[in-house]
């Protein structure tokens, strides 16, 4: 189903029919907390985004989304799948109906986009899946003043991807291309199947018989995998634009952008807020709440993925692995 761009969806926005408080579990020690946590500045200067030139698209034939995977999306893709009867779920849930009306609603009232048809957009996206080494899903432009974008992928489908107006009138051309990477990187990484549980599950678990006692645990599983899934998109992003500070431009922008204010948004300072929130929530008390905080959320904090993307950018696997692109 879908994969949401939108930097943070709480599940009372996925499912209004219940909600409950998170159950944290022991916070660390503040010493303990502070070495997991540290950020450095990008070291760009101060002011507007300029994106780079764009590269031309690699031949990247040997790409695999393991070599991107975040480690956490490996982790608790590993958990998910040792749910028992999780597969079995998901099908008893998501029925030929359902999937038929999810797939009318959003293309009925949206705009293919094609060589013919946007054909600017289309190249962008063309691009990004010829650099991460998949095919390019159908692309949409839906008329929408959210700013989001997102994957729909059912089973035995093309999947198609999905871009509000907004989001198009916010971000730079190359800023979009970095939106499209991040939802190709859901298709690259196989995320749709649980995309699938995590939305189907969390909606309808209530109203089967017998589910409603396991949807809680269901749900705390699923939305971790959700967050780290989306990290794993980010480097998606990063892999196609090759510019951390579009990717991380991206991210400010949904957490706070509009049209008029873009060009006096900056990245240096929006890093500097992730250093604080970092700061503030380093010791026992801080990491509780924050933990508490994040877990109601389907998507991590755009302060925290800025930091990851960051952090990330200055690795040598990223590194090593744009090399291996570039050959």
């Known amino acids: 189903m879908a994969a949401c761009l939108s930097p943070t969806l ?141 994957t729909l992928a059912i089973n035995g489908k093309r999947p198609f991807v999905v871009v509000h107006t907004s989001l198009v009138e916010l971000l730079t051309r190359k800023e979009l291309q970095a939106v499209l990477a991040h939802e190709l990187g859901h298709l690259k990484c196989d995320h749709g199947v649980w995309l699938t549980f995590a939305n189907i599950l969390t909606m309808g678990a209530y109203t089967v018989p017998g589910l409603g006692m396991v949807a809680g645990f269901l749900e705390e599983q699923l939305f971790r995998w959700l967050r780290a899934a989306e990290l794993t998109c980010d480097r998606a992003a990063l892999l196609v634009v090759q510019d951390p500070k579009v990717v991380i431009s991206v991210l400010m922008k949904l957490a706070g952008g509009c049209p008029s204010l873009s060009d006096q948004l900056n990245v240096n300072a929006f890093l500097e807020q992730a250093r604080s929130y970092d700061k503030a929530s380093s010791n026992p008390v801080g990491w509780y709440i924050r933990n508490a905080q994040t877990r109601e959320l389907s998507h991590p904090l755009p302060v925290m993925r800025a930091r990851e993307m960051d952090e990330w950018s200055r690795s040598q696997e990223y590194r090593t692995l744009l090399q291996k692109m570039l050959r």
């Open 10 to 150: 709480p599940r009372q926005a996925i499912h209004r029919r219940r909600c409950w408080t998170p159950k944290p579990s022991s916070p660390p020690s503040t010493a303990t907390y502070n070495q997991r946590h540290r950020c450095r500045n990008i070291g760009t200067s101060s002011g507007a985004i300029s994106a780079r030139a764009s590269p031309a698209a690699p031949v990247t034939q040997g790409l695999d989304a393991d070599d991107f995977r975040h480690p956490l999306d490996k982790q608790n893709t590993l958990l998910l799948k040792a749910i028992p009867g999780l597969n079995d779920i998901g099908k008893a849930l998501l029925g030929p109906v359902s999937e038929q009306v999810m797939v009318l609603q959003n293309i009925g009232s949206s705009v293919l986009v094609s060589e013919n048809q946007l054909p600017e957009l289309h190249q962008l996206m063309t691009e990004a899946a010829k650099i991460l080494n998949t095919e390019a899903p159908d692309f949409y432009i839906r008329q929408n003043p959210v700013p989001n974008a997102y």
